[in-house]
């Protein structure tokens, strides 16, 4: 699975973000998509994922009342909205791609290059 993430910027707190990431591959029907971030001096951190398959989703606790990760079969996309967005928020942002039933600790995963977003308070 080969992966692009894109649309990251700046932004001030409060405002909004859509991140867009495509997929290419097979059998995409068995795979969970995520989102996943890493700020500064932290290690990276799992934000959100999607299965492919049925939508399913989970959600950091901290972004669950504010980010929405949804994906377009169709378009083989993607997305992560991101609304209310705080300076904690600031990250290079990742997709990652796996196949239901593996950890994202593991090999098993693909990742697309990261997307810087920086909000600013």
């Known amino acids: 699975v080969q992966l692009q993430a894109w649309g990251g910027g700046l932004v001030q707190a409060g405002g909004s973000l859509k991140l867009s990431c495509s997929v290419s591959?097979?059998?995409?029907?068995?795979?969970?998509m995520g989102w996943f971030r890493q700020a500064p001096g932290k290690e990276r951190e799992f934000v959100a994922s999607?299965?492919?398959?049925?939508?399913?989703?989970y959600y950091l606790d901290s972004v669950e009342d504010r980010f929405i990760i949804s994906r377009d079969n169709a378009e083989n996309m993607v997305y992560l909205q991101m609304n209310s967005l705080n300076p904690e928020d600031t990250a290079v942002y990742y997709c990652?791609?796996?196949?239901?039933?593996?950890?994202?600790?593991?090999?098993?995963?693909?990742w697309g290059q990261g997307t810087l977003v920086t909000v600013s308070s």
């Open positions: 990652a791609a796996k196949a239901e039933g593996l950890s994202w600790l593991g090999r098993g995963v693909s």
């Open positions: 591959g097979r059998a995409l029907s068995s795979y969970r």
């Open positions: 999607i299965s492919w398959f049925d939508s399913a989703t």
